[in-house]
């Protein structure tokens, strides 16, 4: 077919030349789906090449150029109600490159004391501030490198805990990732500023400190710095799965109820086995490191303005024996969140408001690791921009989604 040949021509293209790919006329729909059937039939698109499902629940699509009118006469004929909100990704885009290439040129000159949130950091910005951290703070911060990439990146973890910086093992341990799904940068970022308001003003939230904290904000670094190099929509990491396809879903990847994928340039691909990816490896291992004292994890995405709790495998879905505990945890971080302007967030099961998802990092969290509570947290897209969200919005996503982080951590 002459639309795979160009997505063919296109991924080489990316590969040999290392060149930006374009979104040139892409367009975003918003979907509002009214039923099941609805849902069911949306879904039989998820994998089609030129397809990108921006959101767990399909409610924003990316659809490539040549599909555009085929799939608004799908929509049309299954009386699926539709909008498109973004007329061109690639304009989105230019927008956030240009702003960001601005803002490093107005603080070249600057040092360690401009650290804020007004732009997009990227993984040596992000790790060279872990690391001034633990300099600065001893007693407080460790950093250590917990695994490698499969392009050799290091994958970092910093320790945040009033015992020297070292995990107790007597205080819960919250665990938190950012970045497993590499576009989600706004994730990332929510994740470093939980870092930097817990250990930089630290005195102003004794009341997180009861609690040990493990934090991973980058952990697919080679997806995000593909996503700042050569491929803003970028989601999974880069393992060269074929000649032609690259890169394993991480939240597909984990051990809890994984299932086999055959569409190896999907981008839900799951990966030859359960645990196959090295950054998955990396977590793993981190979290059975403190499996005696493991209280709450928490996966950063971004985006729907939604707090989910597992399981999200099976519909109908079964829910965690705790379940009530995991509502009342997720409405109280809702309130928090409403309380300082931020976005009114769903609460509820995964594969309820969303749909099933198999292999999924929050579900291995409570079924395997022994985490009592799990949740995943997809932030806010900030309106209509989805994964491009405004650097002038970033300051307030990260204090939001920063009243999630403080709420959950009292509560347990």
């Given at each position: ?243 032609l396809c690259t890169g394993v879903d991480l939240n597909r990847n984990f051990e809890y109820m994984w299932a086999s994928g055959s569409n190896l340039c999907s981008d839900t691909y799951p990966g030859t086995g359960p645990v196959s990816e090295l950054e998955t490896q990396a977590l793993v291992s981190l979290m059975s490191r403190y499996r005696n004292n493991l209280s709450l994890y928490l996966a950063v995405h971004t985006y729907g303005d939604m707090i989910l709790y597992p399981f999200g495998y099976a519909w109908p879905f079964i829910p965690v024996s705790n379940a009530a505990e995991h509502i009342a945890m997720g409405e109280k971080a809702k309130a928090a969140v409403s309380a ?73």
């Amino acid at each position: 077919m002459k639309f795979t040949a160009t997505l063919v021509v296109l991924a080489l293209a990316v590969l040999v030349g290392g060149e930006q790919v374009s979104y040139r006329n892409f367009k975003v729909f918003k979907i509002d789906v009214a039923s099941q059937e609805q849902h069911a039939l949306l879904k039989r698109w998820e994998d089609v090449e030129g397809v990108d499902f921006w959101d767990r629940a399909g409610r924003r699509v990316m659809i490539h150029p040549e599909l555009q009118k085929h799939f608004e006469n799908f929509l049309v004929a299954n009386k699926i109600a539709h909008e498109v909100i973004i007329e061109d990704v690639e304009a989105t885009i230019e927008a956030e490159r240009k702003y960001d290439q601005e803002y490093k040129k107005s603080k070249a000159t600057l040092g360690r004391s401009t650290v804020d949130f007004e732009h997009f950091w990227d993984t040596q910005e992000i790790y060279g501030y872990l690391d001034e951290l633990a300099a600065s703070y001893p007693n407080l911060v460790s950093v250590e490198v917990i695994g490698h990439s499969h392009e050799n990146r290091e994958i970092k973890a910093i320790t945040i805990t009033s015992t020297n910086g070292q995990v107790s093992g007597t205080k819960p341990v919250i665990f938190i990732d950012g970045g497993v799904h590499a576009r989600e940068w706004a994730g990332i970022m929510s994740v470093v500023y939980l870092i930097h308001e817990l250990v930089e003003h630290n005195s102003d939230y004794q009341d997180m400190m009861t609690n040990d904290w493990v934090i991973v904000p980058v952990a697919n670094p080679d997806g995000y710095e593909f996503s700042h190099t050569s491929n803003r929509m970028w989601r999974k990491n880069r393992f060269p799965s074929s000649i032609l396809c690259t890169g394993v879903d991480l939240n597909r990847n984990f051990e809890y109820m994984w299932a086999s994928g055959s569409n190896l340039c999907s981008d839900t691909y799951p990966g030859t086995g359960p645990v196959s990816e090295l950054e998955t490896q990396a977590l793993v291992s981190l979290m059975s490191r403190y499996r005696n004292n493991l209280s709450l994890y928490l996966a950063v995405h971004t985006y729907g303005d939604m707090i989910l709790y597992p399981f999200g495998y099976a519909w109908p879905f079964i829910p965690v024996s705790n379940a009530a505990e995991h509502i009342a945890m997720g409405e109280k971080a809702k309130a928090a969140v409403s309380a300082v302007g931020g976005p009114n967030y769903i609460v509820g099961n995964s594969a309820e408001i969303l749909y099933t998802a198999y292999g999924a990092s929050d579900d291995y969290a409570v079924g395997l690791a022994g985490f009592t509570y799990g949740f995943t947290l997809e932030l806010t897209g900030g309106g209509s921009q989805g994964f491009d969200l405004p650097a002038s919005q970033l300051q307030h996503v990260a204090h939001s989604a920063f009243q999630i982080y403080r709420s959950m951590a009292n509560d347990i």
